[in-house]
């Protein structure tokens, strides 16, 4: 198969180079274009909308990617793309294409028929090929580009005698073009604004799009783009209220939570089956989708106060989950039937309330064979209050948190008292440890418990000076704090941004969030505001 | 007798505790003295000797048996047609065409199977009588135990062993049949399930079935719908003494959806179980068991899976039938047999959402069909 000049070049300089794609945010050079790789969510949902569901994509093939500062999303644009990915990339196009072209899906997806079908069709290849280059592009293709892609069509169908064969090899190119794969932000002069610029109207469509629906622009957003209604307020602003009140909109929070709370840590989360033997790899995905359920009801559903997530006691449970919360779970599930999710809420008197005593928070921050308040102190403290808390010292010794069998200290509490009479770890220990001390009432897996190692378990503390019994009197307390709303404001910007905020957003995310801490936090306030930031809309960082 | 529709209510102030059934299977205790003429062997073994019956000389016989039933001439050497099921064979057709022993056993010949012997067996005594062929129970040493389905079945390799290690055929059917069976339930009502008293112990099916744990084993702590079908709804009075459980002996019915247990019914049931610090169950359960169902279990699987001589469980079945004997023939249609049970803590509710037992203890970290992975006990 031949592939277009763009193509080739591109994979040649990624093979030889394992060249930085993504490259560092510019600083001063605001008209720069920037890259931003696609997720896996982002990879799939874009060739769901673009070719349909009946498409099956294999997203496990796309690396997810780095964390930085706290989001995958910021480790998008900071990506080595090596020969090795580019390979899994183009296995994967490979298996897109084949099914786009196959007898199933020709017949709806490629808009003619070619004059013979074991022969080139300049024509009908450049119709389809125009088309489908716009929606994966997420902007028109050049003639050129064009021209080369039928071009390779042209040359592959003559070689194999078979039209869509060819039509095949050129939608690989597309789908392992740079413009595919990442989402190339080109920016323009503002005129509003001399000596500055802003992203262009293709740009912003795409932003907007993978911000708030995590996927590709659709038509009338291109259309949008294309008409020039979205560098006008009022065209800009249409079109979010039209993204806003989408049920889409639960897509794009998915996919921020997920990535805000760590979610990819679930591939690689192992819990010992010999001590919790409830914890299935079922039960692990029902976990995560919990906690994503209960965030899409509480901020969508019923426009709820982001703050409050830390208090509900309403969620979603299946008949596993329930098992391992303790509680009873009627459910009239059919024989044989899918696995029903249930609305619950946990009773008042229940030792379940909010986000953090769900079994997504629970398991993925512990270890395999024991609780870690230090991990999960320091969870609540970087993943939700946006506070850093730095690695521990290489020459530390463990092995006094690590003998869960010595007489003298049964509980966690009792070893981390003692670790941290070392002055070296007792500076960060003192800010992770007590929030994760609240929550040693459960387990690795979430089960709950009121003993370790047959002694009791103190889940007190002292939080913004103010004491607390249990994980039941921290949570309002956490709720309060206005860490939790700029936090939240704070990486809402980054990820949709995929960057960091300049010093002079810093000063426009404080006036958010003290707006929101007065008015409610509710998730499509913050992100109506966002989106409507001109800031939105550009790549300097400072 | 079973407390039935008769049973006092609950009190308001009792506490019900829900189980799920997590293991059945029969309960068996080989021991030296079990079958003193070396017993029935495995499938290798019960092919052999109807080889040899047919006139093949032993050699021969392994040889088919190894070649998968194909004889030094390619031919295709059937076992049951050998067992004399087949008009070719010899034996009686059944509308005129060859029927397989396990389906219509009385076709056969019995080929007088080696029963069990021994001083012990599980079970309970259920005539109230110590007589010679009675057995003593290994764990509780009650006398006079009558479980005449163990000397039916006890000196085939397949059931010669002793817990952990679970008869093949049941093991595999229970492991396979709980992700589409409905479970089945027991719950315990008592004023104070800790201390020993008077107790109601209920047994039901379930809507729903089983959850599997991480180990392939029955996760404690889920919740069952009670399947309101009175069929499968059985109230004993009941004791708990020494966090030993036991009943009064009644009529117990439990309907299944396996390949193995159709229906489990058993009269002048009996029970016996521990309650463990962990919540769980444990035990035997015991009674006179329709000795028909047990064959119809082995029949349904078939000889290679249940590894025994059908046609010989079935007349020793016949034989050794203790109970219930016809009106018109006299024959006793029940058995005396004893399974042992394992059960985990469950809730329990009404098909109109009510719970109505609740789960009580984490349960066991190694549970049902994954019982025989945990540590050996030392």
């Avoid at chain 1, 901020?299 to 303790?326: H, K, S, W």
């Avoid at chain 1, 003192?430 to 459960?442: A, K, N, Y």
């Avoid at chain 2, 107790?199 to 089983?210: A, E, I, K, P, Y």
């Amino acid at each position: 198969m031949s592939a277009p000049r763009g193509y080739i070049r591109w994979v040649a300089r990624a093979s030889m180079l394992g060249v930085c794609l993504g490259l560092a945010a510019p600083s001063v050079v605001a008209e720069e274009s920037a890259l931003v790789r696609l997720t896996p969510a982002q990879y799939e949902r874009s060739i769901h909308d673009i070719f349909g569901e009946s498409i099956q994509v294999d997203r496990g093939i796309v690396d997810p990617g780095v964390r930085e500062n706290g989001l995958l999303a910021l480790g998008a644009r900071k990506l080595t793309l090596s020969a090795a990915a580019l390979e899994r990339y183009e296995s994967l196009a490979r298996q897109v294409a084949l099914q786009v072209t196959d007898d199933r899906h020709r017949t709806t997806l490629i808009p003619c028929t070619p004059v013979a079908a074991s022969a080139p069709d300049t024509a009908c290849a450049a119709q389809f090929l125009s088309r489908v280059g716009l929606f994966l592009f997420r902007r028109p293709p050049t003639d050129a580009q064009i021209q080369s892609y039928v071009a390779m069509a042209g040359s592959a169908s003559d070689t194999l005698d078979d039209f869509y064969a060819g039509l095949r090899a050129a939608l690989v190119g597309m789908l392992v073009a740079p413009d595919f794969l990442f989402r190339v932000e080109r920016t323009e002069p503002d005129p509003a604004q001399p000596d500055t610029y802003r992203l262009d109207g293709y740009s912003r469509a795409a932003r907007l799009s993978f911000f708030l629906w995590d996927t590709t622009p659709d038509a009338e957003l291109l259309a949008a783009a294309e008409s020039g209604a979205l560098d006008s307020t009022p065209g800009l602003y249409q079109q979010i209220d039209r993204l806003l009140s989408s049920r889409r909109m639960e897509d794009g929070l998915r996919e921020f939570f997920s990535d805000m709370l760590g979610f990819d840590g679930f591939a690689t989360l192992s819990v010992d089956a010999s001590l919790y033997p409830k914890f299935t790899k079922n039960v692990a995905d029902d976990a995560r989708e919990q906690t994503l359920r209960t965030i899409a009801q509480h901020l969508l559903d019923r426009n709820a106060d982001y703050r409050d997530l830390f208090v509900t006691r309403d969620t979603f449970l299946t008949p596993a989950l329930a098992a391992i919360y303790g509680v009873p779970l009627p459910r009239s599930q059919e024989l044989g039937g899918a696995v029903p999710w249930v609305p619950y809420r946990f009773p008042d008197n229940d030792p379940h309330v909010g986000l953090l005593t769900q079994i997504s928070f629970l398991s993925l921050h512990s270890h395999p064979g024991t609780t870690s308040p230090t991990l999960r102190g320091k969870a609540v403290r970087e993943n939700l209050l946006c506070q850093r808390v730095p690695p521990p010292p290489a020459d530390v010794d463990f092995s006094l948190i690590q003998d869960t069998s010595n007489p003298a200290f049964r509980t966690v509490r009792q070893r981390l008292t003692k670790h941290r009479q070392n002055p070296t770890c007792a500076a960060c220990h003192r800010m992770t440890d007590p929030i994760g001390l609240s929550l040693e009432v459960f387990d690795t897996s979430g089960v709950y418990r009121t003993t370790e190692n047959g002694a009791p378990i103190d889940t007190s503390g002292t939080y913004r000076r103010q004491h607390y019994s249990g994980v039941g009197e921290l949570a309002p307390l956490l709720r309060d704090d206005p860490a939790v709303t700029s936090c939240l404001v704070n990486r809402a910007f980054s990820y949709g941004t995929a960057r960091m905020p300049s010093d002079n957003e810093l000063g426009w995310l404080t006036e958010t969030r003290t707006d929101l801490v007065e008015d409610g936090v509710t998730w499509r306030d913050l992100m109506r505001r966002i989106t409507q930031n001109p800031d939105f809309y550009t790549n300097v960082a400072d | 007798m079973a407390a039935g529709l008769g049973v006092t209510a609950p009190n308001a102030r009792a506490e019900t505790r829900g189980y799920v059934i997590s293991m059945i299977h029969t309960a068996t205790y080989a021991n030296e003295d079990t079958c003193p003429s070396g017993g029935n062997g495995d499938t290798v073994d019960i092919r052999t000797r109807r080889l040899l019956g047919a006139g093949f000389g032993e050699e021969a016989a392994l040889r088919i048996i190894g070649n998968g039933g194909v004889d030094d001439d390619g031919n295709r050497v059937d076992i049951t047609r050998l067992h004399g099921s087949s008009a070719e064979a010899g034996g009686q057709p059944w509308n005129g065409q060859p029927v397989s022993p396990g389906n219509v056993p009385a076709l056969s010949a019995d080929p007088g199977i080696e029963s069990a012997q021994g001083r012990f067996a599980y079970g309970f005594d259920l005539d109230g009588e110590v007589s010679p062929d009675d057995f003593e129970d290994p764990d509780s040493h009650e006398r006079g135990v009558d479980n005449h389905m163990w000397r039916a079945l006890g000196c085939f390799d397949v059931y010669r062993i002793r817990r952990p290690v679970v008869p093949y055929n049941e093991s595999i059917v229970w492991d396979t049949a709980i992700d589409a069976m409905p479970a089945w339930l027991m719950s315990v009502t008592g004023e104070n399930l800790s201390q020993d008293g008077e107790v109601t112990v209920t047994f039901d099916r379930s809507l729903n079935v089983l959850l599997r744990d991480a180990h392939g084993g029955v996760m404690s702590g889920a919740t069952f719908v009670i399947d309101p079908d009175p069929r499968s709804h059985s109230v004993f009075n009941g004791t708990i003494k020494n966090r030993i459980l036991t009943i009064e002996p009644g009529d117990l019915a439990l309907q299944g959806e396996s390949q193995f247990y159709a229906v489990l019914r058993f009269t002048e049931t009996h029970l016996r179980l521990q309650m463990d610090p962990d919540g769980s169950l444990r035990g035997i359960l015991g009674g006179y068991q329709p000795w028909r169902d047990y064959y119809h279990y082995l029949a349904i699987r078939g000889e290679n899976d249940g590894q025994v001589d059908l046609p010989g469980v079935y007349y020793a079945m016949a034989r050794l039938a203790d109970s219930g004997a016809d009106p018109v023939t006299g024959e006793n249609t029940a058995i005396s047999a004893a399974y042992w049970l394992e059960a985990v803590p469950a809730f329990h509710a009404t098909t109109s959402g009510e719970v109505v037992g609740q789960s009580v203890g984490n349960g066991p970290k190694f549970s049902g069909p994954a019982a025989n992975r945990a540590p050996s006990p030392q």
